[in-house]
Structures are given as C-alpha cells and as structure tokens.
C-alpha cells in the first residue's frame, strides 16, 4: 500500500533549484517536463530561465512534425487517386480491344504511356495457341518450365536496380532497369505465362511495394486476351 510522503521529505524549491544547477541539461534529456511547468509572464532578472522560450520551441517543433506528418499524407494519397486514375483508364483501353493485334498495340504502347512505364510484354511457355501470334509487338515464348524458375509458386516478382532479360524485352531489356512479373492464370488450354512491366527507373518497382492496383490490371487484361485468343 502506497504512503503519503511525510511533510519532512518534501522537496524545497531551494532544493530543486540546487538540483537543477547541478543538472543543468536536465530539459534537454527531459523536454517533456515543459508541458507540466507555467511559463513565467516576463524575464525578471539575470539568470532567470525563459521558460516560455522552451515551451514555445517545443510547440513549434510539435507543430512541424504534425505539418510534415499532413503534408506525407496528403501527398500519398494524391499519388494513390492518381495511380488509380491510371489503372481506371488503362482498363477502359484493355476492354475495348477486339483483335489480338489491337490488343498487342494497347499494350506495348497506350498502357505503358498511361503507367508511365518503357516496356511491357505478355510471355508464354511454347503453346500451339500462342504460336501464330509470336511476331506481334509485346508477345513472346519461353521454353517449357521458366515462368517456374522466374516465380516459383510466387504470384508476382517485384525487383528494383536490375538489368532486364531478353526472353522477356528483347532489344529493349537494357533500358529495363526495374521490372513487375505478375503471373496470369488464364485457362488449363494455355500454358504458365506472365505480364511483365518494366521500366528504365531503378526504383518504379520494388519488392516492399503492394501489387493490389496492378494486380487488378493484370486480372482484366488475362480475361481480355483468354477472351481473344479463344474467339475462334
């Protein structure tokens, strides 16, 4: 059970002045102690400590912090509301393809500039399906098992500060310098494939990213193309 501190051990403001002198970086450790203390109205004499000077910079400092807090905030959301416009018209323009050819163009040249991304392509394992259209910009075919090797049983590969690979960009894979390799999953006829967007930024994509928006690009644009490719 907690007692109540008799009348002789409290501390004396001669003492905690005393105490104070002889810790003289005490609110500089502890500038906390400003919120619990009243700042003296006017400076009365030689070596009587501003108090309010303290305060007022601890305000101040609170201030900032909240300020850049707000502003870090405001500018990520507005960053989000435009990435998301991005993704809203890239979708527009994915479902208004009818040919495999206008949706190879839509892809390799209207998406990149409205993610502001340098390259993308579609990359198949062999597939007798996918064959016919291997000329067309943006489509390309691996050997059986790679996307393996690339993802594992990974949905997507985000890499930052790389150097492209040929099987995916072919002469522009040394622009390519940061990549997002998202795995689609289209119909058992067609074989393991990814979407792959590639930039020439080292930091456009990274691996702490989030792949939500993209990831809802890439689910319209497999639907788009199974669709497509199985017109006939």
Sequence with gaps: MMTKPSEDSSLTAEQVLLWLKENNDFLVKYPQACEYMVPPKNQTGKGVADFQHYMMQKLRA???AVMDTTREIVEISRTNMQNLSRIHDAVLKVLDCHTIEQFAQILTVDVCALLDIDLAAFVFE??????PYVNLPGIRLVPEGTVQSWLGNRPALLQS???GVEEIYGGGARLVRSQ???????STDLPPSVIAFGSRDPDMFNESQGVEMVGFLTRVIEKSLERLLFAD
Excluded: C, G, H, P
């Excluded at 062999?126 to 064959?131: D, G, L």
């Excluded at 997002?180 to 999953?185: D, G, M, P, S």
């Design 126 to 131: 062999t597939s007798r399906r996918v064959n």
């Design 180 to 186: 997002a390799v998202i795995k689609l999953n289209m």
């Design 161 to 163: 500060n790389i150097y």
């Design 62 to 64: 609170d201030r900032e």
